[in-house]
């Protein structure tokens, strides 16, 4: 079950719920368990997401904190703008071959139309595997 911020917006809500943070993150296996424009939460497997060598891919890593980001940023520009990433860059400090990832999702600067996101991912043990920055433009619908 994903938290939501008690102010939300039902429309919002509807749209984030409906969509399961899009086509990618339901086919890699993200899972959504708190969200807000300041502090987000989701999980992934790292079973399916390996690369040829059996490591955790770094695009899955990368998928998984622009899914977090972008999501905060919707949540922080409201009903009547969306989150469109101008930037993102990431660094591996460890791999992993199994089990689950966490990654944790946190505002940096919400400001009218930009908003920047840092992610931080980890195995299960709590150890840093990735950092990922974010940032997404508030567009008008």
Do not use: W
Not at 2 to 27: M, Q, Y
Not at 51 to 67: K, M, R, T
């Amino acid at each position: 079950m994903t938290i939501f911020p008690e102010n939300l917006a039902p429309e919002l809500v509807d749209r984030l719920i409906s969509s399961g943070g899009g086509e990618l993150a339901r086919k890699l296996g993200i899972e959504f368990l708190e969200l807000s424009a300041e502090y987000s939460v989701a999980t992934m497997p790292v079973e399916g997401n390996t690369q040829v060598v059996g490591i955790l891919h770094g695009g899955a890593h990368v998928v998984l904190g622009e899914s977090l980001g972008s999501i905060s940023s919707a949540i922080h520009g409201g009903p009547e703008r969306i989150a469109v990433g101008i930037e993102i860059n990431a660094t591996h400090s460890r791999s992993t071959s199994s089990g689950m990832v966490t990654a944790t999702c946190t505002a940096l600067n919400l400001g009218r139309t930009l908003a920047t996101h840092e992610i931080v991912i980890r195995d299960e043990q709590g150890r840093r595997l990735s950092t990922v920055r974010m940032t997404n433009f508030l567009k008008d619908l």
